[in-house]
């Protein structure tokens, strides 16, 4: 998608967590400037397993194009994806999630073990790992790390600072080391998603020595564990990266990765064509084809992971019978053949993609177009000729996305407005409840954990951003038990129990709330020069940059 997934909120939480898109370009940086990509190659992948080692082969330099940077890197502070994937490869966490598989794996931590109660973590170090800036890798980085996290008032956060495990930091009763290699972690309320959640930009970890030295400026100067070492970065322009000769599982075969901005879609693709740019997941889905055709770069088949949604805000809209006639009248097939140009799936699974586990083709009804019974809801509310209004992002596959649903809505009895949004400014508008046009919001969702908290506990949670900001659902009645149930759900183990009550719990947001319409289930579409190998396509494709196994 660009993703301009989500500024959101945790279940829980109070605090906004990032969203994992482009449209969190929180503070307008997108705008700054085009930046075109020049030096040589790159790719993305990777996993954490120990058998990973660099080839010893190759060398050069790697160039993927990014939505945006800001020239500030720092896991606890959500710019623009771009910056996140550098985060991504400077730093490594206690866990990590390959995306070739969903399931969390050491990293960091070698072990760990948990109680019955399923309330105390204890995580053993890897003994050894050294940090970019020669310091070895004990307890106390991992507290300053995730203390920072957990607190707002932390002094190396900086101004505005989003921390994303912030409303996991709520729930944690104590976070302490037992040794120089043994972190423990209690929780108020057992939470089987702890381990998935240390996996994300926010459990990254940071030399404490860093930190202490640059406090807030961090972000300038991240020191981690990663593949590749903070080099240099232009606010606009480009972040590049040199390979770590002590990283943990070998030295990269590459020598330096940069990550250059490239905002026109055009430029994308003469890019990728020409060699300036090695790879990308921002490639224009109307490109697939001719790319298709072309033997110089290598167009992936990636999981669907991702979702296209439509917001609805029940204070604009109150009624449920309009809401529904809403969903019923958009033409998924359309969206998908003329906004996403193939490239995506009907959300038969309403929320849950494809690609996760808790995915039931039980919910397709949920995401079924009816035009009939989309007049007979709008007749029975008496709304016929009331006007309707659509924003949307400005970019990728959202203006088409608006034009198809303001011609549904027109076809069942609404008058329509619509409005195009500079990427830049779009998540703020989103959180503007008295903005003109935030009757429907069109946007999406990406994952950056690969579970069904991630996709339906953060947009069906009533204190979560969906649930309050953007669609007003916390002014409904029951959506109190809504979130117990979300709390429970979670807390399942993997398998046919969870799945039916998110199942559960979905059809019931659904059909009693209707406050979020899912357009299609989609992948950010990977591209790559011919002679750029072993890419982790499916992490690249939720915006995650693995690198320490990519070569040209």
């Known amino acids: 998608m660009p993703d301009r997934s989500h500024g959101s909120l945790s279940p829980g939480s109070t605090t906004p967590e990032v969203s994992r898109r482009t449209m969190l370009r929180g503070a307008g940086l997108l705008g700054v400037g085009v930046g075109f990509g020049l030096p040589a190659l790159l790719s993305a992948c990777g996993a954490a397993a120990d058998d990973a ?33 550098a985060v991504d490869c400077i730093c490594r966490g206690l866990t990590f999630i390959s995306f070739e598989t969903n ?30 800036d020669g310091t070895t890798l004990t307890s106390a980085d991992v507290l300053a790390s995730l203390g920072r996290q957990f607190d707002e008032n932390d002094k190396t956060l900086p101004k505005g600072g989003t921390r994303p495990l912030a409303s996991l930091g709520t729930n944690v009763a104590s976070l302490t080391a037992e040794d120089d290699l043994t972190v423990k972690m209690v929780l108020k309320q057992a939470d089987r998603t ?42 606009g322009q480009a972040i590049t990266l040199e390979a770590f000769d002590g990283f943990r599982l070998g030295r990269p075969p590459i020598d330096r990765l940069v990550l250059r901005q490239v905002q026109d879609p055009s430029a994308i693709v003469s890019s990728l064509l020409s060699g300036d740019v090695s790879a990308t997941q921002f490639t224009p889905y109307s490109a697939a084809d001719q790319l298709r055709g072309d033997d110089s770069v290598t167009v992936y088949d990636t999981p669907h992971s991702a979702d296209a949604i439509m917001m609805i805000d029940a204070r604009r809209i109150p ?9 019923l009248a958009v033409d998924r097939k359309a ?21 996760q586990n ?51 809505l027109t076809d069942v009895g609404f008058k329509v407005e619509t409005t195009s949004v500079d990427p830049a400014t779009y998540f703020g508008r989103l959180l503007d409840p008295d903005d003109k046009f935030h009757d429907l919001m069109i946007w999406e969702r990406n994952t950056y ?89 499916s992490a690249l494709s939720n915006h995650r940059c693995y690198m320490e196994k990519a070569s040209v």
């Open 53 to 85: 080692e660099g080839s010893g082969k190759g060398g050069g330099t790697l160039t993927l194009a990014i939505d945006a940077t800001s020239a500030v890197n720092d896991p606890a502070f959500y710019t623009s994806l771009g910056d996140w994937m």
């Open 103 to 132: 399931e969390p794996t050491p990293d960091l931590a070698k072990s760990w073990k948990i109680s019955d109660d399923q309330l105390t973590y204890t995580f053993a170090l890897r003994e050894g790992v050294k940090f970019h």
């Open 194 to 235: 702890v381990l998935g959640r240390l996996s994300d930009i926010g459990g990254r970890i940071i030399s404490k020595a860093a930190l202490e030295k640059y406090g807030a400026d961090i972000g300038k100067h991240l020191v981690g564990t990663g593949p590749f070492a903070f080099s240099s970065a232009t606010s």
């Open 319 to 327: 009624e449920i019978k309009v809401r529904k006639a809403i969903n």
């Open 335 to 355: 969206i998908l053949s003329q906004a996403f140009f193939g490239m995506g799936s009907e959300p038969k699974g309403y929320t849950i993609p494809p690609a």
């Open 358 to 408: 808790g995915y039931d083709t039980a919910l397709a009804d949920l995401s079924t177009q009816n035009v009939a019974q989309a007049k007979r809801l709008v007749t029975e509310a008496g709304a016929g000729g009331r006007t309707i209004r659509i924003m949307a992002a400005s970019d990728s596959w959202h203006p088409k996305a608006a034009q198809i649903i303001a011609q549904n």
């Open 449 to 537: 954990v690969p579970d069904a908290n991630d996709m339906v506990g953060a947009m069906a949670s009533p204190t979560g951003i969906y649930g309050s900001a953007i669609t007003g659902m916390d002014t409904l009645d029951g959506v109190d038990s809504l979130a117990d149930d979300l709390f429970a759900a979670k807390n399942l183990p993997d398998g046919k129990q969870r799945t039916a009550a998110y199942t559960k719990i979905q059809r019931r947001w659904a059909e009693e709330y209707m406050v979020l319409s899912m357009l299609a289930c989609f992948t950010n579409l990977v591209v790559s020069g011919s002679k750029v190998k072993d890419m982790n396509t």
